[in-house]
C-alpha cells in the first residue's frame, strides 16, 4: 500500500472545545504520522480560496463564516493510505449520520460546525498540503 500525505483541519468548534490532542491521539492511535503542523487565522479571502470547489453552493458564505470564526489547527497526516484512514477516522459530513467512535461522532456539532476537514483525493491532498506548507516543512519520519 502506498504511503500518502493528506491534509487534516481541526476546525474552529474543536480548537474551542480544547481538543486538538484527543483528535490528533486518533490519528497517531491509527498509524498516522504528523508530518507538519501549525495553528493559523485564516483569513475570508484565504477560506474562500481553500474551498473554491464550493463557491457555487448554497452554504459556502455559512462555511467561510464558520472556517474563520477563529483559529484552526492544520496538519499533514502521513501514512499508509492517510487519505482514506483520514476519512474513516472522520467520519460522515454531517455528525448525525456519522458511526459512531468516528472524530465527528465524538466532537461534532452540526453538519457546519463538523470539527474536522480532510483531503477527498489524491489531487485535492496535493494541492491543501501546498496550500499550507512549503515542501521543505513537511518532515518524513
Ligand atoms: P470537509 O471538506 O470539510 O472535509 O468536509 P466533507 O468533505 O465531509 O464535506 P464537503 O462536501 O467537502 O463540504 C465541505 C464542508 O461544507 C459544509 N457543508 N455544509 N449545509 C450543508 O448541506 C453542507 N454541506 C457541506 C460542511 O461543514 C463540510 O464539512
Ligand atoms: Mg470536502
Known amino acids: ?6 491534509l487534516s483541519i481541526i476546525k474552529p468548534d474543536a ?8 483528535i490528533v491521539s486518533r490519528f497517531e492511535a491509527a498509524g498516522l ?12 479571502l484565504e477560506a474562500e480560496q481553500f474551498y473554491a470547489v464550493h463557491k457555487e453552493r448554497p452554504f459556502f ?3 467561510v463564516d464558520f472556517m474563520i470564526s477563529g483559529p484552526v489547527f492544520v496538519q499533514v497526516l502521513e501514512g499508509e493510505n492517510a487519505i482514506l ?9 454531517d455528525p448525525k449520520k456519522a458511526a459512531a467512535g468516528t472524530i465527528r461522532a465524538d466532537f461534532a ?3 457546519d460546525a ?12 496535493a494541492v491543501e498540503v501546498a496550500f499550507f506548507f512549503p515542501a521543505l516543512d ?4
Open 33 to 44: 504520522k504528523v508530518a507538519a503542523a501549525r495553528m493559523v487565522q485564516l483569513s475570508r
Open 15 to 22: 480548537v474551542a472545545k480544547n481538543v486538538i490532542g484527543q
Open 85 to 93: 484512514k483520514n476519512r474513516e477516522l472522520m467520519g460522515a459530513t
Open 138 to 141: 513537511v518532515y518524513s519520519r
Open 109 to 111: 456539532d452540526s453538519i
Open 1 to 6: 500500500m502506498a504511503i500518502e500525505r493528506t
Open 61 to 63: 458564505k455559512d462555511l
Open 114 to 125: 463538523n470539527a474536522v476537514h480532510g483531503s477527498d483525493a489524491t489531487e485535492t491532498a
